[in-house]
């Protein structure tokens, strides 16, 4: 069974200061993981994905399997960074394509 | 390009009755799914299709909710009966093809039973 815990439902920092977003997976293979965000009154979009190694709006998430776990981090917060911010998953097999969510992380960044 | 379409956005109906939602996707992918989010959760897939076959209905309640692609392109999403907790967004999302790509999300239709 593929697994996303994302241990902080709400997190809050001041414009200009780092952010970690945490994300720690179950999953008994080689998984693809991803970062979707949810803007207000906007659609779920990728936001990255581990594979693409890119950096997107300053956003960075490396994929540490000793520790299953797929944080994103920014160095400088922006006040459009708020926004609900989802892990994801997506296994081998039977489950390849299949997203798993994590439950979601609120972000705000304060001025 | 046109996004990946939903209708209706809302939708209020007592417990029992039945709803259905529609799905549009982008025009050329292959890959469709639809996902209900619960207030406070992330979304989960209740439905996979590659063109017009089924590749995973394993967390579709299939006592009450049906699913069908019939020409590989639109799909609809029924609850009959529905239950309180049902209530929730139902999600249409669709990808190039099957396999680790972007999906893209549409607007959800928020489906309330009281």
């Known amino acids: 069974a593929q697994r996303v815990t994302q241990p902080e439902k709400l997190l809050s920092v001041f414009k200009g200061a780092p952010v970690e977003l945490k994300c720690n997976y179950s999953y008994s293979g080689s998984p693809e993981l991803f970062w979707y965000v949810q803007y207000s009154r906007q659609r779920l979009q990728l936001l990255l994905r581990?594979?693409s190694r890119e950096s997107i709006k300053g956003f960075t998430a490396d994929l540490n399997k000793g520790e299953t776990s797929f944080h994103l981090k920014k160095p400088f917060a922006q006040e459009e960074d708020s926004a609900m911010y989802y892990c994801a998953l997506s296994g081998q097999g039977t489950s390849y394509g299949k997203l798993t969510f994590g439950q979601g992380t609120i972000l705000t960044v304060h001025p | 390009e046109a996004g990946v379409a939903q209708s209706p956005r809302y939708k209020i109906i007592e417990k029992r009755q039945s709803v259905a939602f529609w799905c549009n996707p982008i025009?050329?992918?292959?890959?469709l799914y639809w996902y209900q989010q619960i207030l406070g959760q992330g979304p989960k897939l209740l439905i996979q299709f590659q063109n017009n076959g089924v590749v995973d209905d394993s967390q579709l309640p299939k006592d009450r909710f049906s699913a069908e692609r019939l020409k590989g392109v639109d799909s609809t999403l029924k609850i009959q009966p529905a239950k309180l907790e049902d209530s929730a967004v139902y999600l249409c999302?669709?990808?190039?093809?099957?396999?680790?790509?972007?999906?893209?999300f549409g607007p959800g239709t928020r489906l309330t039973v009281t």
């Open positions: 999302a669709s990808s190039f093809q099957d396999g680790p790509y972007e999906q893209y």
């Open positions: 581990h594979i």
């Open positions: 025009s050329g992918h292959a890959t």
